[in-house]
Nanobody
Framework: QVQLVESGGGLVQAGGSLRLSCAAS????????MGWFRQAPGKEREFVAV?????VYADSVKGRFTISRDNAKNTVYLQMNSLKPEDTAVYYC???????????????????????WGQGTQVTVSS
């Protein structure tokens, strides 16, 4: 069982920055595929970024967001710059302990395939 705890959300003006953190339990964190997703009111949960050894981003955040991890701290981060009002959402981190969801050239953007989820952290970007 993996527990994930997000932090770092808040209210920021358009053009500002926030850094989200997700602390994970488990002794093999370095092997986990870690993803960030977000869900705006009335919308489906959508893929933002994923990291294993490499990283992949949704087109909507490419060039503005950076996903990274510190395996010594069992933590994954999402640095969000140049924030826009349309980035407003609850942000969730997710974990795949099998390694299957990011392997070679394949990666999954389907939230249904990730087994472990944090509680979410609200990000609100004002215009």
């Amino acid at each position: 069982q993996v527990q994930l705890v997000e932090s770092g959300g808040g209210l920021v003006q358009a053009g500002g920055s926030l850094r989200l953190s997700c602390a994970a339990s488990g002794r093999t964190f370095s092997r986990y595929v870690m993803g960030w997703f977000r869900q705006a009111p009335g919308k489906e949960r959508e893929f933002v970024a994923v990291i294993s050894g490499n990283t992949v981003y949704a087109d909507s955040v490419k060039g503005r967001f950076t996903i990274s991890r510190d395996n010594a701290k069992n933590t994954v981060y999402l640095q969000m710059n140049s924030l826009k009002p349309e980035d407003t959402a609850v942000y969730y981190c997710a974990a795949d302990t099998s390694g299957r969801l990011y392997s070679g050239s394949y990666y999954s953007v389907n939230p249904l395939e990730y087994a472990y989820w944090g509680q979410g952290t609200q990000v609100t970007v004002s215009s």
